[in-house]
């Protein structure tokens, strides 16, 4: 059973850090897309990033590019979301999600991820 657990999420004033974890267990895949997304109560969940496991990093929203890195560690089979000079609106829900992938194109945001993790709340006040 394929699971995705978040966790690093918190509260931080404008400009601070933080790092949340995507811990992937039981994926039978050999080559995988791990998306981070983030959703606002009320507001359409949005792509944030995309890690493609054979690639690195491919799709950072321009609201975030500069300022938020993704990164994989396969010997621990988990993925990370550095953010950097974090803004009150960066404030949301994020959840890292899984999907087959082939090619880079295959972890577009825009395509329907399978797995999902349970979300961490970034809250970032000014």
């Known amino acids: 059973q394929v699971q995705l657990v978040e966790s690093g999420g918190g509260s931080v004033q404008a400009g601070g850090s933080l790092r949340l974890s995507c811990s992937v267990s039981?994926?039978?895949?050999?080559?995988?897309?791990i998306g981070w997304f983030r959703q606002v109560p009320g507001k359409e969940r949005e792509g944030v990033a995309a890690?493609?496991?054979?690639?690195?990093?491919?799709y950072y929203a321009d609201s975030v590019k500069g300022r938020f890195t993704v990164s994989q560690d396969n010997a621990k089979n988990t993925v990370y979301l550095q953010m950097n000079s974090l803004k009150p609106e960066d404030t949301a829900m994020y959840y890292c999600?899984?999907?087959?992938?082939?090619?880079?194109?295959?972890?577009?945001?825009?395509?329907?991820?399978?797995?999902w993790g349970q979300g961490t709340q970034v809250s970032v006040s000014a």
């Open positions: 890690l493609y496991s054979a690639y690195g990093p491919t």
């Open positions: 039981g994926y039978a895949y050999s080559r995988n897309c």
């Open positions: 999600a899984a999907r087959p992938g082939v090619l880079v194109s295959s972890c577009s945001v825009y395509l329907t991820y399978n797995y």
